[in-house]
């Protein structure tokens, strides 16, 4: 029998792949415990000054709980919206689904500081009408969040949706079963992970965007990444190789375990 494990040369190559990869990264970790007041290599001072920083600077604190926030409420709106639109699609088929679907992808395709501008505007005009929701408020960013992740999110929620056997949904309508009981009992249940899939990805997506970002906050609404590049751009602050050390740390965390559970759940039982 043919095996289809890769050899020790596609194993090296995947390797230092890693390697060009990741160096990159890991340049940033001694650079996290230099002593001096601007980013620059320890030269043998090495000091936790700037990972205090982190935790004794409000700013970080706020700008921090500020993301985290905007990243659950933008996560669970997009992913509501891809998913009512997407089994919107799949279960009714309406004639122009194929133009639905590209119009609903146009913030992916469309470049970032065209979208950016066309939030700016939005928002300003918003800001006239309500002083919650609007240029340079939490609720401001949400939605402009929404807006690009939720291309994202139809995207993996559609590709869910390709592997559900469509006779499943015919025998349950052809019993009598209701729009709501077909969607809620027979087509979530089968496209749950690819739900959560988009619910982690919307999440992360909103939680490193900058770009956009940049263009409709000022003072008040300042996310970590918002945070982290005024610090880069402006004052150069070590802090922000901590805080990045402490961001590769929990994604490489997140990947083990994620790594850990699929070779769990494949293992064979015995």
């Not at 004639?95 to 950016?116: D, H, K």
């Not at 052809?174 to 739900?195: C, D, E, H, Y």
């Not at 939680?207 to 008040?220: D, K, M, P, Q």
């Not at 083990?256 to 039982?269: D, N, Q, T």
Request: aromatic share 8%.
């Amino acid at each position: 029998m043919t095996s289809h494990r890769p050899g020790l040369i596609a194993l090296a190559a995947a390797a230092l792949v890693a390697v060009f990869l990741l160096l990159p990264l890991l340049a940033v970790v001694p650079v996290s415990f230099t002593a001096a007041r601007y980013l620059s290599m320890p030269n043998g001072n090495y000091a936790l000054t700037h990972y205090r920083t982190l935790f004794t600077n409000p700013d970080w604190a706020n700008s921090i709980l500020l993301s985290i926030r905007i990243g659950v409420v933008s996560s669970a709106l997009a992913t509501t919206l891809a998913t009512l639109f997407c089994v919107g699609i799949w279960m009714f088929r309406p004639r122009f689904s194929a133009a639905l679907v590209g119009f609903v992808l146009l913030p992916m395709i469309v470049p970032p500081v065209v979208s950016a501008m066309t939030l700016y505007f939005l928002l300003t005009g918003l800001s006239q009408i309500s002083s919650i929701i609007g240029f340079d408020t939490w609720l401001g960013v949400v939605l402009a969040h929404v807006v690009m992740i939720v291309p994202f999110c139809v995207v993996l929620i559609m590709v869910s949706l390709s592997q559900v056997d469509r006779r499943i949904d015919l025998a349950a309508r052809g019993m009598g079963a209701s729009v709501w009981q077909r969607a809620t009992r027979i087509i979530l249940p089968n496209i749950k992970f690819g739900l959560l899939t988009a619910a982690m990805l919307s999440f992360v997506l909103s939680w490193e965007e900058i770009g956009v970002t940049l263009f409709i906050t000022s003072v008040n609404a300042i996310t970590l990444p918002r945070l982290m590049w005024s610090g880069v751009r402006d004052n150069i602050d070590p802090a922000i190789a901590s805080i990045s050390v402490i961001l590769i740390v929990l994604t490489t965390l997140v990947l083990v375990i994620r790594m850990v559970y699929s070779s769990l759940r494949s293992a064979p039982k015995h």
